[in-house]
């Protein structure tokens, strides 16, 4: 639940930070996915700062081709997306990240208020201050915010004219079933407005791996980061020099999975539990689901969204779907 009243220490008076989660429920959570069968870590723990700045670096890789391709619907489609949508009060930019892909809208779309989201709070304070720097007279909300769970905004925000934008195809990191709870949310909170979202779209596994497993190892980093993310919160002892970063394509569920694998076998303790791991036993980290046009309309379809477009990159690659809530 976001309250205006839980300012960041230092941060701009309008930077509104939820009020924060339990430490013991961030402890809870990652002690029951360590302890389940197979071992899980959510996603969200690899966004602390540093990772965050990681999948900056990723997204400029040769290998990393949604935000290129992203870019270039953009640029191809822009005028045709933003007719599509139509008048925009509000811009709310889910994962906002260093807000970069927003700010390239701002001028077809002409928001008057934007709302970057992020879990990341640090990491996205300092893009907005570069933000409030080029646009004066922008009005602009952070929200630092896990948003996978629950999507509560300031009561200031105004209800209509809503743009929701989640880019970067970040609802494939969500399994089915959660990937419309999701949906059906923003359809919630955007009544007579609508969603501009981007989908990665099934292609061949010569593509789609090495977009999760580059020469360079950044998105080995990435991964690994949230090893030391996990020890800072939980209080655990992860060697990240015990474990190595596998991404494969799953062909059946249509995604990539990212897992952190034991180098041989290794016991990581936390106060009051431990586990032990065999050589070659894995810890999934995240899923990158990926989606046919067809699927993926039937998807919007279903949580209650008309109105639907999309446009594609050259080579179909990828999609960025505009709906009408």
């Not at 539990?273 to 309309?297: C, L, M, Q, V």
Request: proline share 7%; hydrophobic share 40%; net charge negative.
């Amino acid at each position: 639940m976001v309250s205006p009243s839980a300012l960041l220490a230092g941060a701009d008076p309008h930077f509104l930070a939820p009020s924060p989660q339990p430490h013991s429920a961030e402890q809870h959570e990652l002690r029951d996915g360590l302890l389940d069968d197979p071992a899980h870590i959510d996603p969200k723990f690899l966004y602390d700062a540093l990772g965050s700045s990681l999948f900056t670096a990723i997204t400029q890789l040769p290998e990393y081709y949604p935000t290129r391709c992203e870019a270039e619907i953009f640029e191809r489609h822009g005028q045709d997306i933003a007719r599509h949508i139509g008048p925009v009060q509000t811009m709310i930019d889910l994962g906002a990240g260093d807000c970069a892909k927003a700010e390239r809208m701002f001028a077809s779309l002409r928001p008057r208020h934007y709302v970057p989201i992020d879990i990341s709070a640090d990491y996205l304070e300092s893009a907005v201050r570069r933000l409030r720097l080029s646009y004066p007279d922008l009005r602009i909300t952070p929200i630092g915010l896990d948003f996978s769970q629950a999507l509560a905004l300031p009561a200031d925000i105004a209800p209509e004219q809503r743009l929701f934008f989640y880019p970067g195809s970040s609802i494939g990191n969500l399994d089915p079933d959660a990937a419309l709870a999701m949906l059906r949310r923003i359809r919630r909170q955007c009544a007579g407005g609508g969603l501009l979202v981007g989908v990665d779209r099934v292609k061949p596994r010569q593509v789609l791996e090495p977009a999760y497993d580059d020469a360079l190892h950044l998105t080995a980093a990435f991964n690994l980061n949230l090893l030391r993310h996990v020890n800072g919160v939980l209080g655990s002892d992860f060697d990240v020099g015990d474990w190595s970063h596998v991404a494969l394509f799953n062909s059946e569920r249509s995604r990539i999975e990212m897992h952190l694998q034991a180098r041989h076998p290794v016991t990581v303790t936390w106060p009051g539990d431990a586990r032990h791991f065999a050589a070659g036993e894995r810890i999934h980290t995240e899923n990158s689901y990926k989606f046919t046009p067809p699927a993926f309309t039937d998807l919007l379809r279903r949580a209650g969204f008309d109105g639907i477009e999309h446009w594609s990159d050259t080579r179909g690659w990828f999609s960025v779907f505009s709906a009408r809530a």
